[in-house]
């Protein structure tokens, strides 16, 4: 008997979404929308998301920090993708572009989050064992400057923490007279470094942390469309850890700025000119400051890099086994995708070979 539930995705209505119907299944859709479901889910059945956290200038990752809800919120929360977040607007000197999602509660703005929904492992990961299997990370720039606002009103309400953040920037800010002069950003690359090194971990240390990224992992049989038997799962990095794996990953060079070494010269003339006037330019520090590389991206971290990160043991065993796509996915919604496109394909296949569909 033909199903009377229209296609949809578990938890996404039009009550509590700016997306649904066909709207959740298009290009550039589906990757949003379907890692909000799965968090739905998640936090509807009380499984708490993988933490990457910033931790005494290294990061970590468990499982005991954060519940879903903290990240998501509760029951009675709105989600609008790709929108902007209305209490940054007075952050910045410019038009910001939007976010992947935006959590209000009782018609207010809760938080802003970024979705990276990644595929383990990756090609450079892929041909061994699968103990190193990981995922790739690309980070845009708006990232990057959510992420950098976000720890900025984390400080608003630490005046204490505020000074001691600024204090740590300021040295290295006043070091800088040409902020797109390669040479120059690349022979104080030590300075630059130690200045948000140390800003991040007064973050830390305040616990003035927030939930920022949201990184939905499916694992699939090597580079196959065949998903693991257990596949899916949910990381969730901090604001303060994302700001963090540029200063890891920067290098030096004589005149030569690698870009997460421009990722750590942005965030710290950010963040400084917004403790300490009010507001920064996210064109001009964020989408500007090219010294040398494109602007389209902040940096990319393969997954050789990024198990650096996301060591647990639900990298290798995610939480949630292939048979919730029939709990995820609803009303037929698989004949909604474009099998062109890898996620698309392997929900697709995993929900065609189960019993019943």
């Known amino acids: 008997m033909p199903s009377t539930v229209s296609p949809s995705l ?10 649904h119907g066909a709207s959740l299944w298009g290009k550039n859709q589906f990757n949003s929308t379907f890692p909000l479901a799965l968090c739905l889910w998640m936090r509807d059945h009380n499984q708490s998301p993988v933490t990457v956290i910033e931790d005494g200038g290294r990061i970590v990752a468990n499982d005991t920090l954060w519940q879903m809800r903290d990240v998501i919120g509760p029951a009675n929360c709105y989600y609008m993708f790709e929108s902007p977040f209305d209490p940054y607007a007075g952050y910045c000197r410019d038009a910001v572009d939007n976010i992947d999602l935006v959590v209000t509660t009782d018609g207010q703005p809760l938080r802003p989050l970024e979705i990276k929904l ?15 299997w990981a995922p790739e ?11 950098m606002m976000s720890v900025a009103a984390s400080l608003a309400g630490d005046d204490e923490a505020s000074e001691a953040v600024a204090t740590h920037l300021r ?5 800088i ?23 991040l971990r007064v973050v830390a240390e305040r616990g003035l942390q927030r939930p920022f990224l949201l990184q939905p992992l499916w694992r699939t049989e ?53 403790l300490s006037t009010g507001d920064f330019s996210y064109l001009g520090i964020y989408k500007g400051m090219p010294l040398g590389h494109q602007t389209d991206k902040s940096f990319a971290l393969g997954g050789r890099k990024s198990i650096r990160y996301l060591r647990h043991p639900r990298l290798s065993q995610p939480l949630l086994d ?20 890898r996620f698309d394909a392997a929900v697709v296949a995993q929900m065609l070979a189960e019993p019943g569909a």
């Not at 040295?171 to 070091?175: S, T």
């Not at 040409?178 to 200045?195: K, S, V």
Request: charged share 25%.
């Open 10 to 19: 578990y938890g996404i209505t039009k009550a509590n979404s700016t997306r």
């Open 118 to 132: 990644t595929v383990v492992p990756d090609s450079g990961t892929a041909s061994g064992g699968t103990d190193k």
């Open 137 to 147: 990370m690309v980070m845009r720039p708006v990232s990057s400057a959510y992420a």
């Open 171 to 175: 040295l290295a800010y006043n070091q």
């Open 177 to 199: 007279t040409g902020w797109d002069n390669a040479t120059e950003i690349a022979q104080r690359a030590g300075m630059l470094r130690a200045a948000l090194d140390g800003a």
């Open 222 to 274: 090597g580079q196959s469309f065949v998903l693991a038997e257990h596949c899916f799962d949910v990381f969730v990095w901090s604001d303060a850890a994302v700001m963090r794996v540029p200063v890891d990953q920067s290098t030096d060079g004589i005149d030569r700025v690698s870009r997460p070494l421009r990722e750590v010269a942005r965030h710290v003339r950010g963040l400084y000119d917004l």
């Open 322 to 341: 292939r048979s919730i796509l029939s709990r995820l996915v609803i009303g037929g919604g698989e004949r909604e995708l474009r099998p062109e496109r």
